[in-house]
């Protein structure tokens, strides 16, 4: 068994990275990316308890990374969450939430709008972000960013409320998006100004796999203005913009390339075709992830993962624009062999030259 299947931790270094989501040509091999991974998985890799931002930074170096993901201490009260108490634990990169979650709508009116517990971005807690830049090994930078605009308006209404509200309440609407856009955008902002991070990452699913949740012209009047803002903050700093959406994108994929996307996550497979993908906007968009998480990450079993990571390593990869990851998140019911044989596969595989792994 080689070093590599070990999980010796890598060399770490953003660089690699930074050079594939610019579309810089061909780093020394093949990163992997994930927006998520679960605590339950970090936990089991680790083989210890996940309860502090050096136990993040533990499991996203010994696995290989360039980075560690890490968002800022906040969130907004929305229509489904609901956590018991004893699962309120350290939350990493996505935080954990003890709302009730019973109801069917939070605001529906304009009197339900005054009375919601707005986040407040003079309040929010940055102090995990800080201890992380202090804590990276060498070579390693933090890709932050904030949840979706989209996703939180309509969660925040319900979706039924929401779509209603589309046709009778658009002023409410409108007051929604931007409220929600204003704090995101300002600690998006704050966020850009620190050192340590190397890439913003903006999580919002806009769409099913038959196509988009709402119709592309709300998007356009609502969502977009505020995308292409954060654009320009990246590129006023240098930095890479990846937008997560699970999806069918085809539709709106113009729009979101004139936000100023330099890559997109994760390429759903049942969604999009991604050799369609790399070949249409491949010279534009970076592609992340794309390694199917039901039938290969969940059920499959190793061999079937190695074998899906060095077909879409075979494909996508020359020339640079792609990162090996899954075409969602990591979550907790991936079983920790499966996720191993990931990571395992695209060190194994992900050598450039690519064509040089194949002549084997």
Same mark, same amino acid.
């Given at each position: 068994?080689?070093?590599?299947?070990?999980?010796?931790?890598?060399?770490?270094?953003?660089?690699?990275?930074?050079?594939?989501?610019?579309?810089?040509?061909?780093?020394?091999?093949?990163?992997?990316?994930?927006?998520?991974?679960?605590?339950?998985?970090?936990?089991?890799?680790?083989?210890?308890?996940?309860?502090?931002? #050096?136990?993040?930074?533990? *499991?996203?170096?010994?696995?290989?990374?360039?980075?560690?993901?890490?968002?800022?201490?906040?969130?907004?009260?929305?229509?489904?969450? =609901?956590?018991?108490?004893?699962?309120?634990?350290?939350?990493?990169?996505?935080?954990? !939430?003890?709302?009730?979650?019973?109801?069917?709508?939070?605001?529906?009116?304009?009197?339900?709008?005054?009375?919601?517990?707005?986040?407040?971005?003079?309040?929010? /807690? *940055?102090?995990?972000?800080?201890?992380?830049?202090?804590?990276?090994?060498?070579?390693?930078?933090?890709?932050?960013?904030?949840?979706?605009?989209?996703?939180?308006?309509?969660?925040?209404?319900?979706?039924?409320?929401?779509?209603?509200?589309?046709?009778? #309440?658009?002023?409410?609407?409108?007051?929604? *998006?931007?409220?929600?856009?204003?704090?995101?955008?300002?600690?998006?902002?704050?966020?850009?100004?620190? /050192?340590?991070?190397? !890439?913003?990452?903006?999580?919002?699913?806009?769409?099913?796999?038959?196509?988009?949740?709402?119709?592309?012209?709300?998007?356009?009047?609502?969502? *977009?203005?505020?995308?292409?803002?954060?654009?320009?903050?990246?590129?006023?700093?240098?930095?890479?913009?990846?937008?997560?959406? /699970?999806?069918?994108?085809?539709?709106?994929?113009?729009?979101?390339?004139?936000?100023?996307?330099?890559?997109?996550?994760?390429?759903?497979?049942?969604?999009?075709?991604?050799?369609?993908?790399?070949?249409?906007?491949?010279?534009?968009?970076?592609?992340? =992830?794309?390694?199917?998480?039901?039938?290969?990450?969940?059920?499959?079993?190793?061999?079937?993962?190695?074998?899906?990571?060095?077909?879409?390593?075979?494909?996508?990869?020359?020339?640079?624009?792609?990162?090996?990851?899954?075409?969602?998140?990591? &979550?907790?019911?991936?079983?920790?062999?499966?996720?191993?044989?990931?990571?395992?596969?695209?060190?194994?595989? =992900?050598?450039?030259?690519? &064509?040089?792994?194949?002549?084997?």
């Amino acid at each position: 068994m080689t070093s590599e299947d070990q999980f010796v931790p890598l060399n770490p270094n953003f660089q690699r990275l930074r050079r594939v989501l610019m579309l810089e040509g061909e780093p020394d091999r093949v990163p992997n990316v994930e927006l998520h991974v679960d605590w339950q998985v970090k936990q089991a890799f680790l083989g210890r308890p996940i309860e502090s931002v #050096q136990d993040d930074i533990d *499991f996203w170096h010994q696995g290989g990374y360039d980075y560690v993901h890490l968002r800022a201490n906040y969130e907004y009260r929305m229509v489904g969450d =609901g956590h018991r108490d004893e699962d309120h634990i350290y939350g990493g990169d996505m935080q954990v !939430t003890t709302w009730g979650g019973d109801e069917t709508s939070l605001v529906s009116g304009w009197d339900d709008y005054e009375q919601y517990p707005w986040p407040d971005p003079e309040t929010i /807690d *940055f102090s995990n972000l800080g201890t992380c830049a202090e804590l990276l090994p060498h070579g390693m930078k933090i890709i932050s960013g904030v949840g979706g605009i989209f996703t939180r308006v309509w969660r925040i209404m319900g979706f039924e409320t929401f779509c209603y509200a589309l046709v009778d #309440q658009t002023d409410l609407v409108a007051e929604l *998006f931007h409220r929600v856009a204003e704090t995101q955008l300002a600690v998006f902002r704050r966020i850009v100004e620190m /050192d340590a991070i190397g !890439t913003m990452w903006y999580g919002d699913d806009l769409a099913y796999y038959s196509g988009t949740m709402v119709s592309p012209t709300v998007l356009r009047k609502y969502l *977009f203005p505020y995308m292409e803002e954060m654009g320009a903050i990246c590129r006023s700093r240098d930095l890479p913009f990846i937008l997560h959406s /699970d999806g069918n994108l085809w539709e709106i994929l113009p729009d979101l390339l004139a936000c100023g996307l330099n890559a997109l996550h994760p390429v759903e497979p049942k969604a999009m075709d991604s050799r369609e993908l790399k070949a249409r906007v491949g010279g534009r968009l970076c592609l992340l =992830g794309n390694v199917e998480i039901g039938e290969t990450l969940t059920l499959g079993t190793p061999t079937d993962v190695e074998s899906e990571v060095r077909e879409r390593i075979r494909t996508l990869a020359p020339g640079g624009g792609y990162a090996v990851g899954s075409s969602n998140t990591v &979550a907790h019911y991936v079983p920790l062999e499966n996720f191993q044989a990931m990571v395992r596969a695209t060190r194994r595989h =992900g050598r450039y030259p690519i &064509a040089v792994n194949y002549c084997d």
